[in-house]
């Protein structure tokens, strides 16, 4: 079946350090990803997403890039702040269930 | 547009008792999906609805039922709880048009 493998945390960095985080994943065809993010205590936003090979999805500084030949859909930010600490899961759907499939999830600590 | 909503927002549980989480969307979404969140595991697909009618089982079914009565509503009812069960739950839905999940804000359950 479909599954979803995210670099373990925690990171931690300094503000407007560069942020990788990794993620790959196996599915059958090729499923729309997406990064979510948990902030403390709430709910899940949706972070960014893409729906195709080579397409990059980006907001709020993050970015990532469905890479089909290295099944991977890494997350990027150049320079990060205290306010991106948080929760981040990497997850694609399943087009029939329209359901998703996450990973464990990676917490990002910034520290001033 | 309220979007999806749970309830209760917290619960508390003694082993064996029964109750039922709300769910409910004012979208006309026609899939519902309920997960459950525990530390370092991410989300799991517990049970999901493709329409009104229509459910089946997702990764982690055990001890859990659902029916979809009407195209709002999606209750997730815990038939004897388990202290296994503590955890957060939340309920998603979307269309077949679209690959975005709205989230509603999660109920946080324990047993004791």
């Known amino acids: 079946g479909d599954s979803v493998t995210q670099m373990e945390g925690p990171v931690t960095l300094s503000e407007e350090a560069f942020l990788t985080i990794n993620c790959t994943y196996t599915a059958t065809g090729y499923p729309s990803l997406f990064w979510y993010v948990q902030y403390p205590g709430e709910g899940l936003q949706l972070l960014l997403k893409a729906t195709k090979a080579d397409d990059k999805g980006s907001n709020k500084g993050f970015e990532a890039t469905y890479r089909k030949e290295t099944t991977s859909f890494h997350l990027e930010k150049g320079s990060v702040q205290v306010s991106d600490s948080a929760v981040y899961f990497c997850?694609?759907?399943?087009?029939?269930?329209?359901?998703?499939?996450f990973g464990s999830g990676t917490r990002l600590q910034v520290q001033p | 547009n309220a979007g999806v909503t749970q309830t209760p927002k917290f619960q508390v549980l003694k082993t064996g008792q029964s109750m039922t989480l709300q769910c409910a969307q004012d979208m006309n979404h026609e899939y519902m999906s309920w997960y459950r969140q525990d530390p370092g595991m991410g989300l799991r697909l517990i049970h999901y609805?493709?329409?009104?009618?229509?459910?089946d089982q997702g990764e982690v079914p055990n001890g859990y039922n659902v029916s979809r009565s009407t195209t709002e509503d999606f209750p997730l009812r815990l038939l004897s709880a388990a202290p296994s069960q503590t955890s957060v739950y939340f309920c998603?839905?979307?269309?077949?048009?679209?690959?975005?999940?709205?989230f509603g804000p999660g109920t946080r359950l324990t047993v004791l």
């Open positions: 998603a839905s979307t269309t077949g048009r679209s690959d975005t999940q709205y």
């Open positions: 997850a694609l759907i399943d087009t029939g269930r329209r359901a998703l499939t």
């Open positions: 609805s493709v329409g009104a009618g229509i459910t």
